[in-house]
C-alpha cells in the first residue's frame, strides 16, 4: 500500500507558474512508474508527464518545454514544475505511482485564469 499527498495547486494567470509535489509513505526508488495525469471537466484522465521504469520521460505533446517532472528519492517526492500555464492545463492533477500495482493522490486543482 502506498499513500500519496499532492500540493501545490491553485489559481494562477496564465503564463504564469506552479509547482505540485507529491509525497510518497514509502520508499520511490523501487517503483516501476511515477507519474502526473490531470482531468479536466467532462474529458478523461490523460497522462501529463512519466518517469518510466527504464529511468527516460515521458511528457505530453501538449505540455512539452513548459512542463518538467522530477523525483528526489532521499524525499519520496514527485515534482511537477509548470511554466507557461495556459488556460486548458485547468484540471485536477494526480499523482501516479506503479509499484507496479497502481496508486492514486487524492489530486490537487490547477486553475489557470485570468
Known amino acids: 500500500q502506498v499513500q500519496l499527498v499532492e500540493s501545490g495547486g491553485g489559481l494562477v494567470q496564465p503564463g504564469g507558474s506552479l509547482r505540485l509535489s507529491c509525497a510518497a509513505s514509502r520508499n520511490i526508488f523501487s517503483f516501476n512508474a511515477l507519474g502526473w495525469y490531470r482531468q479536466a471537466p467532462g474529458k478523461q484522465r490523460e497522462l501529463v508527464a512519466l518517469f518510466s521504469n527504464s529511468g527516460s520521460t515521458n511528457y505530453a505533446d501538449s505540455v512539452k518545454g513548459r512542463f518538467t517532472i522530477s523525483r528526489d528519492n532521499a524525499k519520496n517526492t514527485v515534482d511537477l514544475q509548470m511554466n507557461s500555464l495556459k488556460p486548458e492545463d485547468t484540471a485536477v492533477y494526480y499523482c501516479?505511482?506503479?509499484?507496479?500495482?497502481?496508486?492514486w493522490g487524492q489530486g490537487t486543482q490547477v486553475t489557470v485564469s485570468s
Open positions: 501516479n505511482v506503479q509499484t507496479p500495482w497502481p496508486f
